[in-house]
């Protein structure tokens, strides 16, 4: 078992043949969850934009999950490629790597994060809408190019600006 104190998140390269077990397996599980028009998971290519910033969390050298933050327009950064492999599941890793996001987002001075999920007719992401529920977010309409859909979810969580720099 791999304890929460034992992880190093940092950023990283979505190149890194290394991560792309992390990046492959967050595309499968979006492809088996969601028709193929409602699936917004970023692939390699996506993830290595100027526009992202990329993450993963490693324990003892090994990459056991990832997370990104997509710049967006208007101040806000959206959360992209949350994923734990299956080894790492069920120990609080997707927790910690929200958080740590949201620290990074706040401390570079988004105003808030916003993400896209499944939505109920996805059983496969009733743990991500559990998690993110508990970490405060809320429901909001769809943002950026984003668009009304019965399989998907959109939610934001506000960030403080009682510890945010600004840049």
Do not use: W
Not at 23 to 42: E, K, M, V, Y
Not at 47 to 72: E, N, S
């Amino acid at each position: 078992m791999t304890r929460p104190n034992q992880i190093e998140i940092r950023a990283a390269d979505p190149a890194n043949p290394d991560l792309h077990p992390l990046i492959l397996g967050n595309q499968r599980h979006g492809a088996a969850t969601a028709p193929a028009a409602s699936d917004h998971t970023f692939g390699i290519a996506d993830l290595c934009h100027p526009d992202i910033q990329f993450f993963a969390a490693y324990h003892a050298g090994t990459p056991l999950g990832c997370g990104a933050l997509k710049a967006l327009p208007d101040g806000r950064a959206e959360v992209k490629s949350v994923f734990v492999s299956q080894s790492a599941r069920g120990q609080g890793l997707a927790r910690q790597l929200m958080q740590y996001l949201a620290q990074v987002a706040q401390d570079v001075g988004f105003l808030a994060l916003v993400l896209e999920t499944g939505s109920p007719l996805c059983p496969g992401y009733d743990a991500a809408r559990a998690l993110y529920e508990g970490l405060g977010y809320d429901y909001c309409p769809p943002f950026g190019s984003y668009v009304e859909d019965p399989q998907s979810v959109f939610m934001q969580l506000p960030l403080t600006s009682s510890n945010r720099t600004t840049h």
